[in-house]
């Protein structure tokens, strides 16, 4: 079963050199193992969605334009995280889980490596 994802959790990029961090921005009152609880709608780059240190990708203009060298990352984010769970609502959109995933417009999957609950989980 997926465990919920929360404030502080550590995402990866396939296309960043080092883990980012998410930060909870669509809700202040649900609180999982004293973290807020993620949902689908933490996405926003940057605001959500921390740089993962360089990006790596050739899709990526500006790493294309210094031929291939890795820039410094900068999320390009425009969709909500995907699925989120089934049956968990939050301020009525699907709480976050480990297995879901979210798409930077240069081609990187980001998912989640530590959703920092460690004994919840969520169908």
Avoid: H, R, Y
Wanted: net charge neutral; aromatic share 4%; with cysteine.
């Amino acid at each position: 079963m997926p465990n919920p994802v929360c404030n502080t959790a550590s995402i990866t990029c396939t296309f960043g050199v080092a883990p980012g961090t998410l930060t909870v921005t669509s809700q202040q009152t649900v609180m999982i193992e004293n973290q807020l609880a993620a949902t689908i709608q933490d996405f926003a780059p940057m605001s959500n969605v921390g740089t993962f240190s360089m990006c790596i990708t050739p899709t990526n203009p500006a790493v294309s334009a210094a031929q291939g060298a890795p820039q410094a990352c900068v999320p390009v984010t425009v969709a909500p995280w995907s699925a989120g769970a089934v049956t968990v609502t939050n301020n009525n959109f699907p709480l976050l889980n480990n297995t879901s995933t979210c798409m930077c417009a240069w081609g990187g999957v980001i998912s989640v490596s530590n959703p920092v609950p460690v004994k919840t989980t969520c169908p």
